[in-house]
Structures are given as structure tokens and as C-alpha cells.
């Protein structure tokens, strides 16, 4: 069974830093593209960041997190990161990691963990 | 960026019957490796996180019941969901996977009337 469980989490005060991981198992991780999507309190889905598998530098980011927020993957511990840094108000959401479909890059994301919390608030 | 719009926001079905939602993107969304538009819709119950239901346009997954239908090409994209059962209320989004920033539409919540 694919399983997907998200940690690190929590309270966070505006300008400072979160690494969100995404323990991965019941599938081969390291060719799966991986990507973070997150939800406001009461709002929809909002894409953040994709990562491709294979390694090189295939990461792409929304425009609203990029150049604070660093997707990474490490396929020998089988994990998806997330390090956000210069945290704002706006970034407060249920942070899920989901993963292709099919592995590819531009497929649907087949299955989502069950999330975890970040709110950034001083 | 693709702009996914759906249409309505909110519907109210009686047991039984059909649910249709609409979803248009801003673009065409036809993925050119494949012939297939690159369009996912997924259901989100209340505390649960989303659950994929079609991917490329009308393609349902394993395990989802086969009164979820999905249709449409280029701009114009359909969800139906007939003989509505109670376990279907829930959020529905339609989300562009043509390329980044794979967004969402705004979601129609769908509830039994």
C-alpha cells in the first residue's frame, strides 16, 4: 500500500524557517516525481513545488514561494523535503506531499498524505 | 499561468440523480507526448485530504466507482457523477498537469438536496 506521512510541522513566527519531510513506502520512491501542495484554512488546493526524479535539477516552484522555499529529496532514506524559509502570514496552510500518478513529472497526483500544519504568526 | 475556472460553485443534487461540474481552463491543455489533455479531478471530504478521482480527462482510477465520469478536450472539461449517493458530498477541484504551475480550480461543493 502507498503511504505518504508528512511531519515537522507547527507554529512559526513570521521570518522564520520550517523543514516539512514526507516519508514515502509501498512504492520505488526514487521514480516517482514528488510534489507539495497546500491549503489554506477554508480555502482550495494551491500547487507550491514539483521535484522530477533521476536527480538533476528538475524542481519547479510556485511563483508566490519561490526563492524562500527549497524542494529536495533524499532516495536513499526514501523522503521528500520541503525547507521554507522567510515564512509568512500567507504560507499558513495544511501542508500535504503527493505523488505522480505514473512517476512522471506531468501526471496527476495519484495519492496525498494526510498533511501537516504549518501557521506562521507571532 | 492556466486559469482553471469551475462552474458552479456550489450545487445541491437530490439522491439518485445526476451532478455535473464544469471546469474550463484559460488554455488548451492538450498534452502533446500523448494526444490526452492533462486534467485530474479530485474529491475532498470534509478533514480528509484529496482523493484522485479521473486523470486525463476521463480516465478513472482503480477503485472509483463508475458512476464518476469525466469528459471534455481542448478547454472544456465535465465532471458527472450519476445516481448521487450520500457519500459523495464533498469538494470537487479540476487541476492542469500541461505545465507549472499546475493549478486548481476554485472547487464546487457538492451537497444532497
Known amino acids: 500500500e502507498v503511504q505518504l506521512l508528512e511531519s515537522g510541522g507547527g507554529l512559526v513566527q513570521p521570518g522564520g524557517s520550517l523543514r516539512l519531510s514526507c516519508a514515502a513506502s509501498?512504492?520505488?520512491?526514487?521514480?516517482?516525481?514528488m510534489t507539495w501542495a497546500r491549503q489554506a484554512p477554508g480555502k482550495g488546493l494551491e500547487w507550491v513545488s514539483t521535484i522530477i526524479y533521476g536527480g538533476g535539477d528538475g524542481t519547479y516552484y510556485a511563483d508566490s514561494v519561490k526563492g524562500r522555499f527549497t524542494i529536495s529529496r533524499d532516495d536513499s532514506k526514501n523522503t521528500l523535503y520541503l525547507q521554507m524559509n522567510s515564512l509568512r502570514a500567507e504560507d499558513t496552510a495544511l501542508y500535504y506531499c503527493?505523488?505522480?500518478?505514473?512517476?512522471?513529472?506531468?501526471?496527476?497526483?495519484?495519492?496525498w498524505g494526510q498533511g501537516t500544519m504549518v501557521t506562521v504568526s507571532s | 499561468d492556466i486559469v482553471m475556472t469551475q462552474s458552479p460553485d456550489s450545487l445541491a443534487v437530490s439522491l439518485g440523480e445526476r451532478a455535473t461540474i464544469n471546469c474550463k481552463s484559460s488554455?488548451?491543455?492538450?498534452?502533446?507526448?500523448?494526444?490526452?489533455?492533462?486534467l485530474a479531478w479530485y474529491q475532498q471530504k470534509p478533514g480528509q485530504p484529496p482523493q484522485l478521482l479521473i486523470s486525463?480527462?476521463?480516465s478513472r482510477e482503480s477503485g472509483v466507482p463508475d458512476r464518476f465520469s469525466g469528459s471534455g478536450s481542448g478547454t472544456d472539461f465535465t465532471l458527472t457523477i450519476t445516481d448521487l449517493q450520500a457519500e459523495d458530498v464533498a469538494v470537487y477541484y479540476c487541476q492542469q498537469c500541461h505545465s507549472t504551475p499546475y493549478t486548481f480550480g476554485q472547487g464546487t461543493k457538492l451537497e444532497i438536496k
Open positions: 509501498g512504492f520505488t520512491f526514487s521514480s516517482s516525481a
Open positions: 488554455q488548451n491543455i492538450l498534452y502533446s507526448s500523448n494526444n490526452k489533455n492533462c
Open positions: 503527493a505523488k505522480s500518478r505514473s512517476g512522471a513529472v506531468s501526471d496527476a497526483f495519484g495519492v
Open positions: 486525463w480527462a476521463s
